[in-house]
């Protein structure tokens, strides 16, 4: 079993809507989790970080963590064009490394 | 602001060529990485070491080799290219601890033909 797993997608939304992005993670002893968001050709960004239960929101995005059920969710309100990407899911598990989800597709149609 | 960069955007080698990938970080982070991308196969873990001179296999070290003798800099090395390298490799870095993120550098688009 992966450490963190993700829907594959592709997801695609209308623009103005509200994408879900969904993760599990099997390690329960992961502290950190953190959502990075990757344009075709180029690196992963960060773009949150959340660490205990709940929602954190920061702009048009929100991260949900509930830890007993080992799950993580991006929800992306008013989707843009500009948020079509690839956005990968990462836990910390140990000091020294993350382990990243195989990604999530987002398509925003104009 | 966390700088990672890597010693080239683009590099085409040729198969059997030994092949050198810069990455250097400007924030003292003690753990650096080294990621290939491949379409479908979403990031996957080479090497990666925690200090200066250690080093550690990650998912698939076959074919690649690193090198560590600055804290700031992390060499991963093709000791004969295949044309499955091709890729594109991500260097990344981050301090040690539960909580910190991780930055990545920009990425190089190896081509072995």
Redesign the interface.
Known sequence: QKEVEQNSGPLSVPEGAIASLNCTYSDRGS??F?WYRQYS??????IM?I?SNGDKEDGRFTAQLNKASQYVSLLIRDSQPSDSATY?C?A?TN????S????TTVTVRA | DVKVTQSSRYLVKRTGEKVFLECVQDMDHE?M?WYRQDPG???R?IY?S?DVKMK?KGDIPEGYSVSREKKERFSLILESASTNQTSMY?CAS?P????????????T?LTVT
């Open positions: 502290q950190s953190f050709g180029k690196s992963p960004e960060l970080s660490y990968l990462a910390v000091d020294y490394k993350l990243f989800g195989a990604g | 753990n990485f196969l979403g990031l873990l990666f925690y550690e991500l981050r040690p601890g539960l909580v910190d993120e991780q930055y990545f550098g920009p990425g688009r």
